[in-house]
């Protein structure tokens, strides 16, 4: 059982869009012999990049999971991959995938660096505390510069990147690898397709630097172990590659180093070399913390190892929608095992489901299982009801899993169908994407009778209606795209709430006595309810309304009927009816009191804030900076490196509608941007006034 978990890895490819993650993974199917051919994504042909969308754009929009073996010391591994997206919109797709995985691949492009949404990414598998091994691609490239990436690695990083490989020249100079730990140097062989490589004679002029590196990384390895030490001490030749293996192993899975590689994935060079790294330094399913949960009847917390022969559980990490077999459901099982037609619990839901099939995933394809184990990902069909976050365990041993968290929209637009015939149509298609999807979300206004979608930019919700018309053959008309814009109070407001309702026979009545306030955490999310009722003058049985009165009631702010992302309410007392007063009566009094308290408790608009970062030539450098002035925008930080200038900054969303178009036409099309969600602050007063008066006046027109 052991041995078998010992030779798995699941391993995720993430990084800035257009570091080359799906380039990278057609080399890694065609080498190990799951593709007979490469697929290119310039030509639309990537394997894992199935989805037309991604095959137009040459982007990858969803996460897509694959299985490959790979022969390493005389063994056969097991690699499960899930190449995730780059682009800012879809960062669900890697938080999910992180939080499932047991390593990761960060691909850093060798000109462009650690770039925006290398540093979100890396700062994601910090939080899920994933091991990763670093991969420098694209050292072919004009301005391929393999150390200037590691110097960013460190500082932007705050990393500790341990160089294992040393390119052989750059640019098109770029011809193979010395592997450090082997101390030997490799080529490619072109015609072959990369698929034959070759072992040849380390350069003349690069021996003394490969000597001082690998001297390095020798002296770390022998840090590690109080017996390796004393061996270096005594002949520092006696070191033997496992030995280094081993140490940098163990650095790697503690998160205190990250071993560094580089090479070209579209010129097929070094690929090979990173699976061989892969299985070398990254954890297999026994190696990580055993999963912890909380077992839903006794609410104690217990934990779950990688065992075939525990009880089962599995978290469901993504739900999407197969034109063939309809909605499909991935997991990642942590232990135990399940077979095909076996029925399970949904701890969440606490229903039981029997899964008819269990498949293995290749991209859109899949493979029939009859039994899934610990340590891998699966996906399941079958199903009755299951969501995106859930627990799948046994039934006699129920737990529920730490939950993930998505970010929550910032843009919003009014959608419509153009016949009549697909109003309701598109509703339930509306709804089969927002299940896929965690961050997007959609909702009726009832002042206007428009449905609103709401998502991460303006590129999430144009592919959402462009998979409508393609997957559910619905054409829509759309409003333009607006600010998601949230609502909080800044003032501690008393209010005493009386709900009386006589209708002839048994009447409501509840009262209620609050101080509404702004929450004492400014990181809290949602809403802080204390009970400070002495005597019962409430009874215990009617808080739980009180405080589903208040929480339902925060979906929809004073100001313009925006949500408010966190509420503090102290309940001190009130009175109640023996006959009249219920849980209905209280609930309806906490809703009222929500609405008329936080009229006088100083309500704002929040809007959200970006982060923005451009790439551009020296010259436009002035122009870039006074247009983010003119937007309302912050320069935090101006890099300079040869020829170009890196802009950071922050600056409200609302003003940011059509930014790559102008930027476009300042820098003759020479700069680029990229836009990522960073916090909510408060409106000024006087673009809130503007923002209020055209919402309040103004229906979107479709």
């Given at each position: 059982m052991s041995e078998r978990l010992t030779h798995i890895r699941n391993i995720g490819i993430m990084a800035h869009i257009d570091a080359g993650k799906t380039t990278t993974t057609e080399r890694i199917l065609y080498y190990t012999g799951i593709n007979y051919r490469i697929g290119e994504v310039h030509e639309g042909a990537a394997t894992m990049d199935w989805m037309a969308q991604e095959q137009e754009r040459g982007i990858t929009i969803t996460s897509?999971?694959?299985?490959?073996?790979?022969?390493?010391?005389?063994?056969?591994?097991?690699?499960?991959?899930?190449?995730?997206?780059?682009?800012?919109?879809?960062?669900?797709?890697?938080?999910?995938?992180?939080?499932?995985?047991?390593?990761?691949?960060?691909i850093f492009c060798a000109v462009g660096g650690v770039e925006p949404q290398s540093e979100t990414v890396w700062?994601?598998?910090?939080?899920?505390?994933?091991?990763?091994?670093?991969?420098?691609?694209?050292?072919?490239?004009?301005?391929?510069?393999?150390?200037?990436?590691?110097?960013?690695?460190?500082?932007?990083?705050?990393?500790?990147?341990?160089?294992?490989?040393?390119?052989?020249?750059?640019?098109?100079?770029?011809?193979?690898?010395?592997?450090?730990?082997?101390?030997?140097?490799?080529?490619?062989?072109?015609?072959?397709?990369?698929?034959?490589?070759?072992?040849?004679?380390?350069?003349?002029?690069?021996?003394?630097?490969?000597?001082?590196?690998?001297?390095?990384?020798?002296?770390?390895?022998?840090?590690?172990?109080?017996?390796?030490?004393?061996?270096?001490?005594?002949?520092?030749?006696?070191?033997?590659?496992?030995?280094?293996?081993?140490?940098?192993?163990?650095?790697?899975?503690?998160?205190?180093?990250?071993?560094?590689?580089?090479?070209?994935?579209?010129?097929n060079k070094g690929v090979q070399l990173l699976l061989n790294a892969i299985v070398g330094f990254l954890p297999d399913p026994t190696e990580v913390p055993a999963i912890s949960g909380v077992n839903p009847y006794t609410e104690k917390e217990e934990k779950r190892e990688a065992d075939s022969s525990k009880p089962f559980a599995a978290l469901v990490f993504k739900i999407a929608?197969?034109?063939?077999?309809?909605?499909?459901?991935?997991?990642?099982?942590?232990?135990?095992?399940?077979?095909?037609?076996?029925?399970?619990?949904?701890?969440?839901?606490?229903?039981?489901?029997?899964?008819?099939?269990?498949?293995q995933m290749h991209a859109n394809k899949q493979k029939p299982l009859k039994t899934i184990e610990a340590g891998d990902i699966g996906a399941a069909v079958g199903f009755k009801?299951?969501?995106?976050?859930?627990?799948?365990?046994?039934?006699?041993?129920?737990?529920?899993?730490?939950?993930?968290?998505?970010?929550?929209?910032?843009?919003?637009?009014?959608?419509?169908?153009?016949?009549?015939?697909?109003?309701?149509?598109?509703?339930?298609?509306?709804?089969?994407?927002?299940?896929?999807?965690?961050?997007?979300?959609?909702?009726?206004?009832?002042?206007?009778?428009?449905?609103?979608?709401?998502?991460?930019?303006?590129?999430?919700?144009?592919?959402?209606?462009?998979?409508?018309?393609?997957?559910?053959?619905?054409?829509?008309?759309?409003?333009?795209?607006?600010?998601?814009?949230?609502?909080?109070?800044?003032?501690?407001?008393?209010?005493?709430?009386?709900?009386?309702?006589?209708?002839?026979?048994?009447?409501?009545?509840?009262?209620?006595?609050?101080?509404?306030?702004?929450?004492?955490?400014?990181?809290?999310?949602?809403?802080?309810?204390?009970?400070?009722?002495?005597?019962?003058?409430?009874?215990?049985?009617?808080i739980p309304a009180i405080k589903k009165g208040f929480e339902s009631s925060m979906s929809n702010g004073v100001l313009l009927g925006f949500a408010l992302t966190s509420l503090k309410v102290r309940l001190l007392g009130g009175s109640y009816h023996s006959v009249d007063s219920d849980s209905i009566a209280f609930e309806a009094a906490a809703a009222r009191a929500f609405r008329e308290a936080c009229k006088n408790a100083g309500p704002v608009l929040l809007e959200p804030i970006m982060k923005l970062d451009v790439v551009t030539p020296d010259e436009y450098l002035g122009d870039i900076t006074s247009d983010l002035n003119k937007r309302r925008g912050h320069v935090t930080n101006v890099e300079s490196?040869?020829?170009?200038?890196?802009?950071?900054?922050?600056?409200p969303l609302a003003e940011m509608f059509g930014y790559v178009t102008a930027l476009r036409t300042m820098t003759s099309g020479r700069a680029t941007s990229s836009l990522e969600f960073s916090h909510y602050a408060v409106t000024p007063k006087d673009i809130m006034e503007a923002v209020m008066l055209k919402i309040k006046g103004y229906l979107v027109t479709v």
């Open positions: 897509a999971a694959t299985t490959v073996f790979w022969p390493f010391n005389n063994d056969n591994y097991r690699i499960n991959i899930i190449d995730t997206p780059g682009h800012v919109d879809f960062t669900v797709e890697v938080e999910r995938s992180l939080r499932v995985l047991d390593g990761t691949i960060a700062n994601q598998a910090n939080r899920y505390r994933v091991p990763r091994i670093c991969y420098v691609n694209k050292m072919d490239r004009a301005g391929a510069d393999f150390f200037k990436v590691l110097g960013e690695i460190k500082d932007k990083l705050i990393a500790n990147p341990i160089p294992v490989q040393l390119p052989i020249g750059a640019e098109d100079d770029f011809e193979g690898i010395v592997d450090l730990i082997a101390n030997k140097a490799y080529k490619w062989n072109d015609e072959s397709l990369g698929k034959e490589y070759f072992e040849v004679e380390i350069p003349e002029d690069m021996r003394e630097q490969v000597a001082e590196y690998r001297k390095s990384l020798i002296e770390g390895a022998a840090e590690e172990n109080e017996q390796l030490f004393e061996k270096y001490l005594e002949n520092p030749d006696s070191i033997t590659e496992d030995d280094i293996i081993l140490s940098l192993r163990k650095a790697t899975l503690e998160l205190r180093a990250t071993p560094v590689l580089c090479g070209s994935s579209f010129k929608t197969d034109a063939y077999v309809g909605r499909v459901a991935y997991f990642r099982v942590y232990s135990g095992k399940l077979d095909a037609g076996e029925q399970i619990l949904n701890a969440d839901t606490n229903k039981k489901e029997r899964i008819m099939r269990l498949m009801q299951i969501r995106t976050g859930d627990t799948l365990c046994a039934p006699q041993h129920p737990i529920i899993l730490e939950k993930m968290q998505f970010p929550e929209p910032v843009i919003r637009m009014a959608v419509e169908p153009k016949t009549q015939d697909d109003v309701e149509k598109l509703v339930v298609s509306l709804e089969k994407l927002a299940e896929e999807d965690p961050t997007f979300t959609i909702k009726l206004d009832e002042e206007t009778g428009q449905t609103i979608i709401s998502g991460m930019g303006e590129l999430h919700l144009d592919i959402i209606l462009d998979r409508l018309r393609r997957e559910f053959n619905i054409e829509c008309n759309r409003g333009k795209p607006s600010v998601a814009y949230k609502e909080a109070i800044t003032e501690a407001v008393s209010h005493t709430e009386v709900y009386k309702k006589q209708t002839g026979g048994k009447g409501k009545f509840a009262e209620i006595q609050v101080i509404l306030s702004p929450v004492d955490d400014p990181d809290f999310k949602g809403l802080q309810f204390v009970d400070e009722t002495r005597g019962g003058s409430v009874p215990k049985e009617f490196a040869v020829g170009r200038q890196q802009v950071h900054g922050t600056v």
